[in-house]
């Protein structure tokens, strides 16, 4: 039992002052809290289940006899405490709890909130002693995977979508607009995600809202692999993202609180890396899955089931395993004792310790700490009782409770003691991610135009040629047919792989079972002609005049062209783009409690930044591969560092809910650098890469305005 408190009767000073205060106020009402002697803080009431200080001359004493003989008559514990049985005196107390003069009512807010502070901090510092008891070890390591699971799938889900979109665009026959809709929906998904599950892990709990969140991700993933409609899809990659959205926020809120101040920055680092190998998961499973057209299976003409829902299954599983691990998981202590629930994050914080210390080889060891500080309860939550109303109207006022505790958490963060904190923490979290976001989408359409550029380069011209009674029952790729006459001409099992014919006659010619890749027909003249069994459909002939021409059975919906569609070079670029990122992992873990976490985010934005300036010499796919790789092994510090300072700014009953704030606005910054950077792809490289690197030095500038929380204490 750590006795810091009892060290210093004067801590705390202008808090316990208030406090004192209030007390001499409510005396007359039999309002008696807190015991003063001659002017010194002595401790807290035997019933609150409050940490508490016994005669300071004889603490020695005290201390060994806490963990060996007992406790005196003064600081005695009921022996049945632990199970369950109500001590005599707790039931006195209670009652008279009960009468309106003993009420909390009749105290003035402010002492209220003075007395929760005080209690509060005390707690903070109590509760890092009894972490340091517990060690790091074999219990942190197990949450660790865990946990690092969970944020492996928020990783994989980032990048399922720009894999399957090449697939899924054919299968599904979507059009451009629908084809950037899919690409955001996700973002858009997990944007509103960190918003609601934030909020609601500080008020149900961190494990219960994980959980909840990562099994709505697996099934709504799982499920949109089988749907065959654009629709339906969409659907389930929003609400996949949705539950996938609460990961972030509620992973590093959770862990943080298991951890002491001296391993917190560090290991917190470390637990970034899964949103690495999440990267690495996805991009290897779609280089090996997605271009086996033979992986998938067709029931009948309408349902098909290709190798990239295989996929998208495959991308699932991350999140299933740690849906299955964390049933295994205790919920945080640090969020049960701010709840009041002291006894059950005793018992956590036992197991904790028992375990770490059996794993030591010192199973022997046994723990001292008898008394964590509960703080003052605030909220009042009414349980509503089964015989009361109709279902749907108990549960219509427990959600409607739970709202306005979540909202008005959200609104503390915002507007209440943590307003600047956060504003300065909004702009950094948007400037990295509208930069970072914005150039890992613009990179691989950076590749593909310069690809496309070499293509057209190659491209062949033929003009005013004069084609009769000719059999075409090849390949013809990559061709531009200007002023062309053809008659009685026959293409005949073959495939047009971006092909255009302009101003062209077609005359009496045959067209039967036609593959038709990026072929159009422009302004030309198509008489007495047969389309038999193709995918020339109406939209590939733009501005052309039929006459007496038949189409017959035209193919249904789009067809998927593996060795097109599947460019194993972006796959390649998104896997070394995630490798990238490890010598910055480790970096910033072994560096983040050495040098501080706002040198850590200044320093990797600002590298960051020179980085972006060197993509104007980036003119080949080598280059840019190369540029990528070191921009995201500079930026992946700062990302590190920004999650381990939002964990450590913000108290227990607000972190998720501030996390999941600033996560849902780096989400927003996501959307608008996929929107503004792909924007800007084969029309200037100035206005992305000067864009990313003034808002890279912006943020990192800004973030030097944080305070430091290297030496603080998780409140």
Same mark, same amino acid.
């Not at 001590?87 to 008279?96: A, F, G, S, V």
């Not at 995977?145 to 889900?157: K, Q, T």
């Not at 002491?260 to 680092?269: I, N, T």
């Not at 970096?587 to 972006?612: E, F, H, P, T």
């Given at each position: 039992?750590?006795?810091?408190?009892?060290?210093?009767?004067?801590?705390?000073?202008?808090?316990?002052?208030?406090?004192?205060?209030?007390?001499?106020?409510?005396?007359?009402?039999?309002?008696?809290?807190?015991?003063?002697?001659?002017?010194?803080?002595?401790?807290?009431?035997?019933?609150? !289940?409050?940490?508490?200080?016994?005669?300071?001359?004889?603490?020695?004493?005290?201390?060994?006899?806490?963990?060996?003989?007992?406790?005196?008559?003064?600081?005695?514990?009921?022996?049945?405490?632990?199970?369950?049985?109500?001590?005599?005196?707790?039931?006195?107390?209670?009652?008279?709890?009960?009468?309106?003069?003993?009420?909390?009512?009749?105290?003035?807010?402010?002492?209220?909130?003075? =007395?929760?502070?005080?209690?509060?901090?005390?707690?903070?510092?109590?509760?890092?002693?009894?972490?340091?008891?517990?060690?790091?070890?074999?219990?942190?390591?197990?949450?660790?995977?865990?946990?690092?699971?969970?944020?492996?799938?928020?990783?994989?889900?980032?990048?399922?979508?720009?894999?399957?979109?090449?697939?899924?665009?054919?299968?599904?026959?979507?059009?451009?607009?629908?084809?950037?809709?899919?690409?955001?929906?996700?973002?858009?998904?997990?944007?509103?995600?960190?918003?609601?599950?934030?909020?609601?892990?500080?008020?149900?709990?961190?494990?219960?809202?994980?959980?909840?969140?990562?099994?709505?991700?697996?099934?709504?993933?799982?499920?949109?692999?089988?749907?065959?409609?654009?629709?339906?899809?969409?659907?389930?990659?929003?609400?996949?993202?949705?539950?996938?959205?609460?990961?972030?926020?509620?992973?590093?809120?959770?862990?943080?609180?298991?951890?002491?101040?001296?391993?917190?920055?560090?290991?917190?680092?470390?637990?970034?890396?899964?949103?690495?190998?999440?990267?690495?998961?996805?991009?290897?499973?779609?280089?090996?899955?997605?271009?086996?057209?033979?992986?998938?299976?067709?029931?009948?003409?309408?349902?098909?089931?290709?190798?990239?829902?295989?996929?998208?299954?495959?991308?699932?599983?991350?999140?299933?395993?740690?849906?299955?691990?964390?049933?295994?998981?205790?919920?945080?202590?640090?969020?049960?004792?701010?709840?009041?629930?002291?006894?059950?994050?005793?018992?956590?914080?036992?197991?904790?310790?028992?375990?770490?210390?059996?794993?030591?080889?010192?199973?022997?060891?046994?723990?001292?700490?008898?008394?964590?500080?509960?703080?003052?309860?605030?909220?009042?939550?009414?349980?509503?009782?089964?015989?009361?109303?109709?279902?749907?109207?108990?549960?219509?006022?427990?959600?409607?409770?739970?709202?306005?505790?979540?909202?008005?958490?959200?609104?503390?963060?915002?507007?209440?003691?943590?307003?600047?904190?956060?504003?300065?923490?909004?702009?950094?979290?948007?400037?990295?991610?509208?930069?970072?976001?914005?150039?890992?989408?613009?990179?691989?359409?950076?590749?593909?135009?310069?690809?496309?550029?070499?293509?057209?380069?190659?491209?062949?011209?033929?003009?005013?040629?004069?084609?009769?009674?000719?059999?075409?029952?090849?390949?013809?790729?990559?061709?531009?047919?200007?002023?062309?006459?053809?008659?009685?001409?026959?293409?005949?099992?073959?495939?047009?792989?971006?092909?255009?014919?302009?101003?062209?006659?077609?005359?009496?010619?045959?067209?039967?079972?036609?593959?038709?890749?990026?072929?159009?027909?422009?302004?030309?003249?198509?008489?007495?002609?047969?389309?038999?069994?193709?995918?020339?459909?109406?939209?590939?002939?733009?501005?052309?005049?039929?006459?007496?021409?038949?189409?017959?059975?035209?193919?249904?919906?789009?067809?998927?062209?593996?060795?097109?569609?599947?460019?194993?070079?972006?796959?390649?670029?998104?896997?070394?783009?995630?490798?990238?990122?490890?010598?910055?992992?480790?970096?910033?873990?072994?560096?983040?409690?050495?040098?501080?976490?706002?040198?850590?985010?200044?320093?990797?934005?600002?590298?960051?930044?020179?980085?972006?300036?060197?993509?104007?010499?980036?003119?080949? =796919?080598?280059?840019?591969?190369?540029?990528?790789?070191?921009?995201?092994?500079?930026?992946?510090?700062?990302?590190?560092?920004?999650?381990?300072?939002?964990?450590?700014?913000?108290?227990?009953?607000?972190?998720?809910?501030?996390?999941?704030?600033?996560?849902?606005?780096?989400?927003?910054?996501?959307?608008?650098? !996929?929107?503004?950077?792909?924007?800007?792809?084969?029309?200037?490289?100035?206005?992305?890469?000067?864009?990313?690197?003034?808002?890279?030095?912006?943020?990192?500038?800004?973030a030097l305005r944080l305070p430091e929380t290297r030496e603080q204490v998780l409140m």
């Amino acid at each position: 039992m750590d006795d810091g408190y009892r060290n210093n009767p004067n801590l705390y000073h202008g808090a316990r002052d208030i406090a004192r205060e209030a007390n001499r106020q409510s005396r007359n009402q039999g309002m008696d809290d807190y015991r003063y002697q001659d002017g010194n803080y002595e401790g807290y009431t035997h019933n609150d !289940n409050y940490y508490r200080r016994g005669d300071e001359s004889n603490q020695d004493e005290d201390a060994q006899s806490d963990a060996t003989e007992g406790h005196d008559e003064d600081d005695e514990i009921y022996e049945g405490e632990y199970q369950g049985i109500p001590h005599p005196d707790d039931i006195k107390t209670k009652q008279k709890k009960k009468s309106p003069s003993r009420s909390d009512d009749y105290r003035d807010q402010k002492d209220l909130i003075a =007395e929760r502070l005080e209690d509060e901090e005390q707690l903070a510092h109590q509760y890092e002693n009894i972490i340091e008891e517990c060690g790091h070890g074999r219990f942190q390591w197990t949450l660790f995977f865990v946990l690092g699971l969970a944020l492996m799938a928020d990783g994989v889900e980032v990048f399922v979508v720009g894999f399957v979109l090449p697939s899924a665009e054919k299968d599904m026959c979507l059009s451009s607009s629908n084809k950037g809709m899919l690409g955001l929906i996700v973002y858009l998904g997990m944007m509103a995600g960190a918003f609601i599950w934030g909020g609601l892990a500080d008020k149900l709990g961190r494990k219960k809202v994980l959980g909840m969140s990562l099994a709505i991700n697996a099934s709504f993933a799982s499920l949109s692999s089988f749907v065959q409609g654009y629709g339906f899809f969409l659907f389930c990659r929003l609400i996949s993202g949705i539950g996938i959205g609460g990961s972030l926020p509620i992973v590093f809120a959770y862990f943080s609180e298991f951890l002491s101040r001296e391993k917190r920055g560090e290991h917190l680092s470390w637990l970034c890396m899964f949103w690495m190998i999440g990267g690495i998961y996805a991009s290897a499973m779609a280089w090996t899955i997605i271009p086996h057209y033979g992986w998938g299976f067709s029931m009948g003409t309408n349902y098909h089931f290709h190798s990239w829902r295989v996929f998208v299954i495959v991308c699932a599983l991350p999140c299933m395993a740690s849906m299955v691990a964390l049933k295994f998981m205790p919920e945080s202590p640090r969020f049960l004792l701010e709840m009041g629930k002291h006894d059950e994050a005793w018992m956590i914080l036992k197991n904790v310790h028992d375990t770490n210390m059996r794993a030591k080889g010192t199973p022997e060891k046994v723990f001292t700490v008898s008394h964590i500080k509960t703080p003052k309860q605030m909220d009042e939550f009414i349980e509503i009782q089964s015989s009361t109303g109709t279902w749907y109207q108990r549960w219509l006022v427990r959600l409607t409770t739970t709202f306005k505790q979540v909202w008005d958490n959200a609104l503390y963060c915002v507007m209440g003691p943590y307003r600047m904190n956060t504003l300065i923490l909004a702009v950094v979290w948007f400037s990295i991610a509208l930069s970072y976001y914005g150039l890992i989408v613009w990179f691989p359409d950076m590749i593909r135009h310069i690809q496309d550029e070499a293509y057209k380069a190659k491209e062949k011209v033929f003009k005013h040629e004069h084609l009769e009674h000719v059999t075409f029952n090849f390949t013809l790729e990559n061709q531009v047919h200007k002023h062309g006459k053809f008659f009685n001409d026959k293409f005949y099992k073959m495939k047009l792989k971006n092909v255009i014919f302009e101003t062209s006659f077609f005359d009496e010619c045959y067209f039967e079972d036609v593959v038709s890749p990026g072929t159009f027909f422009k302004n030309c003249t198509i008489e007495s002609t047969v389309f038999y069994n193709t995918d020339l459909y109406h939209h590939k002939f733009i501005g052309c005049r039929f006459i007496n021409t038949t189409f017959m059975e035209q193919k249904e919906g789009c067809h998927l062209d593996f060795e097109e569609d599947n460019d194993f070079l972006i796959y390649l670029v998104s896997f070394l783009g995630s490798l990238s990122v490890l010598p910055g992992n480790i970096i910033s873990a072994l560096l983040m409690d050495k040098i501080g976490r706002i040198k850590m985010i200044g320093g990797s934005m600002l590298i960051s930044a020179v980085c972006c300036f060197f993509l104007f010499f980036g003119n080949s =796919e080598s280059a840019m591969i190369g540029w990528q790789c070191l921009f995201c092994g500079a930026s992946i510090a700062a990302w590190n560092a920004l999650d381990v300072i939002t964990v450590e700014l913000y108290p227990t009953n607000k972190r998720a809910t501030a996390f999941g704030i600033l996560n849902g606005i780096c989400k927003f910054a996501a959307i608008l650098g !996929n929107s503004i950077f792909a924007s800007f792809v084969g029309i200037t490289k100035v206005v992305p890469i000067l864009l990313a690197s003034s808002s890279l030095v912006g943020g990192g500038l800004i973030a030097l305005r944080l305070p430091e929380t290297r030496e603080q204490v998780l409140m």
